[in-house]
């Protein structure tokens, strides 16, 4: 079983507190249902023969429903704590890598524009010594196996809905990052 995390925020600029409520409790949905569907197998386990096509269609579910629960998790916690900027070894290590941070930092607002809803991740493969800024479908699809996530963006309408209109989702993109805690994502990139 899984338990819904709190979140710590305090005041953001450009989102809300309204905003964080509603998601802060689409967020506990998924804990919520990645918990019944892991019940709802052992039910159908029972009869499995029977529960062929119901199992089959619940074990398809669970990877939508525990990459939506990590996924808001990695996203919520970069916004405790006080903002402060990308910098020290990860903005190098970007800046490396893409020319400079703000060229790095434009390719992933760039990825973040994608239409369609989903999430603009920044990955870091330790072996391959290289970052990836990847654009997921829903919360699974193009998941990058077994790399950390370092930052990560939620592009999913609910996201921004109750402070910004579709047309203006480069406002919440701005909003995300002004409101970014940098040390938080730091952490994630010293412990890869
Ligand atoms: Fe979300």
């Known amino acids: 079983?899984?338990?819904?995390?709190?979140?710590?925020?305090?005041?953001?600029?450009?989102?809300?507190?309204k905003q964080l409520e509603v998601h802060v409790?689409?967020?506990?949905?998924?804990?919520?249902?990645?918990?019944?569907?892991?019940?709802?197998?052992?039910?159908?386990?029972?009869?499995s023969e029977k529960n062929?096509?119901?199992l089959g269609e619940v074990n398809r579910r669970r990877g939508f429903e525990f990459d939506g629960?990590?996924?808001?998790?990695?996203?919520?916690?970069q916004w405790e704590g006080n903002a402060s900027p990308i910098s020290g070894n990860l903005e190098d290590a970007l800046a490396k890598q893409y020319g400079s941070y703000e060229a790095w930092e434009a390719q992933f607002k760039a990825v973040g524009m994608t239409r369609g809803i989903g999430w603009a991740v920044l990955y870091y493969d330790p072996t391959g010594k290289r970052f990836h800024n990847a654009f997921l479908g829903d919360h699974e699809v193009g998941q990058l196996t077994g790399i950390p996530v370092i930052l990560a963006l939620d592009m999913w309408e609910h996201a921004y809905m109750v402070d910004y209109?579709?047309?203006e989702k480069k406002k919440y993109?701005?909003?995300?990052?002004?409101?970014?805690?940098?040390n938080v994502v730091e952490e994630r990139f010293h412990g890869s």
């Open 1 to 17: 079983m899984y338990t819904p995390k709190t979140f710590n925020f305090g005041a953001l600029d450009g989102i809300s507190p």
């Open 25 to 47: 409790k689409l967020y506990e949905g998924y804990v919520k249902f990645l918990n019944t569907l892991d019940d709802t197998i052992v039910d159908l386990m029972k009869d």
């Open 52 to 54: 062929a096509y119901a």
């Open 69 to 77: 629960m990590r996924m808001h998790e990695h996203y919520f916690a």
């Open 165 to 167: 209109l579709p047309a």
């Open 173 to 182: 993109v701005d909003a995300f990052f002004k409101n970014l805690n940098g």
